[in-house]
């Protein structure tokens, strides 16, 4: 069964770069059938696309967010990651990863999020 | 960007009550469009893709409709376990745009 988990701090300073991860498991991310993306959801507010990925590291991200982001993929770990720099508090959110397919265009699965919050 | 906007934001019907949702594109999107389900505290599940396809699984009470910039999803006889915000999403191209969510409530 494919699942994806979410990992990373749950608080960030403002200024610092939040760093997450998301390990997938019950699929292989080098298959090349799908893409993988980042989503996030700010409280009370409607999701937002971050970016995706595929496994040869070709991207499209957000352009929204103004490439205070990267996002990477590590096959050998089957995990893919996404760094966020000089965050703010506009930036808390519960964010999720999920499996992208191009044919349909939706995330399916999804992780189950994990909430990062942005203080000092 | 291709803006999405859904209305209403919030409905409250009864069992068994017929519950209409509304999800406008600021440009075309051809069929290009997902719905998907979302209880507090959970991730999203998609429930129809390119307008009017069934995800496996979600009962045939879920239908969707539209074309160009017009979509609708719709719930017949609406059940208690479909309390949940569901929110519209454009696949036609990037960046991926999502609706602001309309929030469903049983009476």
């Known amino acids: 069964q494919l699942q994806l988990q979410e990992s990373g701090p749950g608080l960030v300073r403002p200024s610092e770069t939040l760093s997450l991860t998301c390990t997938v498991s019950?699929?292989?991310?080098?298959?090349?059938?799908?893409?993988w993306g980042w989503i996030r959801q700010p409280p009370g507010k409607r999701l937002e696309w971050i970016a995706n990925?595929?496994?040869?590291?070709?991207?499209n991200n957000n352009p929204s967010l103004k490439n205070r982001f990267a996002i990477s993929v590590d096959t050998s770990k089957n995990q893919f990651s996404l760094s966020l720099s000089s965050v703010t508090a506009a930036d808390t959110a519960v964010y999720y990863c999920?499996?992208?397919?191009?044919?349909?265009?939706?995330?399916?699965?999804w992780g189950q999020g994990t909430l990062v919050t942005v203080s000092s | 960007d291709i803006q999405m906007t859904q209305s209403p934001s919030s409905v409250s019907a009864s069992v068994g009550d017929r519950v209409t949702i509304t999800c406008r594109a600021s440009?075309?999107?051809?069929?290009?469009l997902i719905w998907y389900q979302q209880k507090p505290g959970k991730a999203p599940k998609p429930l129809i893709y390119s307008t009017i396809g069934l995800r496996s699984g979600v009962p045939s009470r879920f239908s969707g409709s539209g074309s160009g910039a017009d979509f609708t999803l719709t719930i017949s006889n609406l059940q208690p376990e479909d309390s949940a915000t569901y929110s519209c999403?454009?696949?036609?191209?990037?960046?991926?745009?999502f609706g602001g969510g309309t929030k469903v409530e049983i009476k």
């Open positions: 999403q454009q696949a036609k191209s990037f960046p991926l745009t």
């Open positions: 019950g699929d292989s991310i080098s298959s090349g059938d799908y893409d």
């Open positions: 990925i595929y496994y040869s590291g070709s991207t």
């Open positions: 440009q075309d999107i051809s069929s290009w």
């Open positions: 999920g499996r992208y397919s191009t044919s349909i265009g939706w995330f399916d699965p």
